[in-house]
């Protein structure tokens, strides 16, 4: 006769239920940015191997292997690369991945347009609001754009 208990098969659920928790925030992918005025994307982690390009301060990247003192990372485009997790800082970025973006004057579609960014631009994180993120800019007004049309932090 084969009774299975019902407090150790909860206990069994339960331990399994955690291991699988541990896992994937083991396994969550963070963010970074470049903190010096560039950094490079290597094809490997170590400074003998080839530079892929040149990223400029702010570039958010997503960590998805760490690897001593480098960081495997992907670009909003799904590029991946090497780099010195010393260039890297937690300052929180966006860059616009649709090819024009507004920038409002507050978190909503009802709100003015001040200005617009161009696919690519990378963008400092001020605050967030559901759908919405204040950013600044190098140049021009820094205001609201839908999340939507960013990639980052």
């Given at each position: 006769m084969n009774c299975t208990h019902p407090a150790r098969t909860f206990i069994a659920a339960?331990?399994?239920?955690a291991l699988a928790l541990t896992t994937s925030l083991a396994n969550a992918?963070?963010?970074?940015?470049?903190?010096?005025?560039?950094?490079?994307?290597?094809d490997g982690p170590g400074t003998s191997t080839t530079v892929l390009w040149e990223l400029k301060r702010g570039y958010p990247l997503q960590v998805t292997q760490r690897k001593g003192s480098w960081l495997k990372v992907r670009?909003?485009?799904?590029?991946?690369?090497?780099?010195?997790?010393?260039?890297?800082?937690?300052?929180?970025?966006?860059?616009?991945?649709?090819?024009?973006?507004?920038?409002?004057?507050?978190?909503?579609a009802q709100h003015r347009i001040v200005?617009?960014?161009?696919y690519g631009e990378v963008l400092r994180t001020r605050e967030k609001r559901a759908d919405w993120v204040r950013v600044e800019r190098n140049e021009g007004p820094g205001g609201w754009i839908a999340k939507q049309l960013l990639w980052g932090w």
């Open positions: 339960a331990g399994l239920c992918q963070t963010m970074v940015s470049v903190k010096g005025s560039t950094l490079n994307m290597r670009d909003f485009e799904g590029d991946t690369g090497w780099v010195a997790r010393s260039l890297t800082g937690n300052a929180a970025h966006h860059v616009v991945k649709a090819k024009v973006a507004n920038v409002r004057s507050g978190p909503g200005g617009k960014v161009a």
